[in-house]
């Protein structure tokens, strides 16, 4: 080679010869079909690693500034905008932009695993965060193999051991939030979960029983119900705890979320909070403060794991020998107006009777 040339950029026909594939093969990895084999995709894959290729997306691309990815299910709830405010305030930190996807607007979406993650690339992303989303082992390789930054955040599953994740204390802070209802007297309680895949929710449940146990009080089925992160879980859960023969005194919810239906449910069939029912929240929201009455609510620290999300995604960026590849912050229990003691004649009424306002002792 001539001194002072600069070296040919690489072709698709050099890419193919690397790969020991058809020219017109690279092309349909490149542009995202469908009808090539894995083993073969994986091939020219590697490949346009190697080889330095960059599609024309790329070569046109050239972002002025590093940019994140952060994939949320949804974005209707205090728990994801508290998150996201911790991940917008360190990449703003960090001179990093935020681009924000969410999953429930993207059922439709016809990319596979390998378009999503290419896609990435071709747009310019230094890294995805992923929060409270389930992601399966097919679209997390998708990323590895590119050597794409990613971090999930709460994920609904359980990630590979060598995906970086970032929680909170669940399992202490479900022990918590039971114990300080042990603590004032009560012993009928129940717990209203997440989705039973969900891994947050099932530590959480774990740290429930376990304060239970603690105290010698087994764990009624009848008193453990799961669903949706959502109010209207809390709404069905409430109308089922209260139909029951003997109805808690006491309800843990898995988020500030549920624990708002119980308490919508709870206004609809005059119950009254505390005095007739306890309530315990999980998140500590400014929706727990703000409720009529305040929850109580085990807080976790969301902006602190927004923020560590995208310290994760730098780290990997840098290059840096990363020890552990979760985090795992503290929680703690916020005390406010839905707790209290049980009364001493424990009241037992239907949800029949609550509706009417007729309950007896």
Request: hydrophobic share 40%; with cysteine; charged share 20%.
């Amino acid at each position: 080679m001539t001194i002072g040339t600069k070296p040919s950029k690489p072709t698709l026909a050099a890419v193919a010869q690397e790969a020991g594939v058809s020219t017109p093969t690279v092309s349909k990895v490149i542009n995202g079909r469908e009808d090539v084999a894995d083993e073969t995709r994986a091939r020219v894959l590697a490949a346009l690693e190697r080889t330095g290729y960059k599609t024309p997306s790329q070569r046109r691309s050239v972002p002025s500034r590093r940019a994140v990815e952060a994939v949320f299910d949804s974005l209707n709830s205090a728990y994801a905008v508290e998150v996201l405010n911790g991940v917008l305030e360190q990449a703003a930190i960090a001179d990093m932009e935020v681009v924000l996807s969410v999953t429930s607007r993207q059922s439709g979406s016809p990319l596979g695993p390998e378009e999503r993650a290419q896609r990435l690339i071709d747009e310019g992303r230094s890294g995805m965060i992923v929060v409270t989303s389930a992601f399966n082992s097919g679209q997390l390789n998708a990323f590895q193999r590119r050597r794409i930054p990613i971090v999930v955040v709460d994920p609904l599953n359980p990630p590979p051991g060598d995906v970086f994740s970032v929680g909170a204390s669940n399992w202490a802070g479900g022990k918590a939030a039971a114990a300080h209802l042990l603590a004032l007297g009560h012993r009928r309680i129940a717990y209203i979960g997440g989705p039973e895949s969900a891994e947050c929710s099932q530590a959480r449940l774990h740290g429930y029983m376990a304060a239970l146990m603690a105290e010698g009080i087994s764990v009624q089925e009848e008193y453990v119900l799961a669903g949706p992160f959502r109010p209207s879980n809390g709404v069905q859960a409430m109308k089922s705890l209260l139909a029951l023969d003997d109805p808690p005194t006491a309800i843990f919810a898995a988020s500030d979320s549920i624990a708002l239906g119980v308490l919508a449910e709870a206004r609809r069939q005059n119950v009254r909070i505390p005095e007739e029912l306890s309530l315990v929240g999980f998140d500590g929201t400014h929706q727990a403060a703000e409720s009529v009455p305040p929850l109580t609510s085990v807080s976790q620290p969301l902006q602190d794991m927004g923020r560590s999300a995208v310290n994760f995604i730098l780290r990997q960026m840098n290059g840096e020998d990363i020890d552990s590849r979760r985090v795992e912050l503290a929680t703690h229990l916020v005390v406010r107006e839905s707790t209290a003691a049980p009364r001493p004649a424990a009241h037992r009424f239907t949800a029949k009777e609550a509706g009417a306002g007729n309950r007896g002792t």
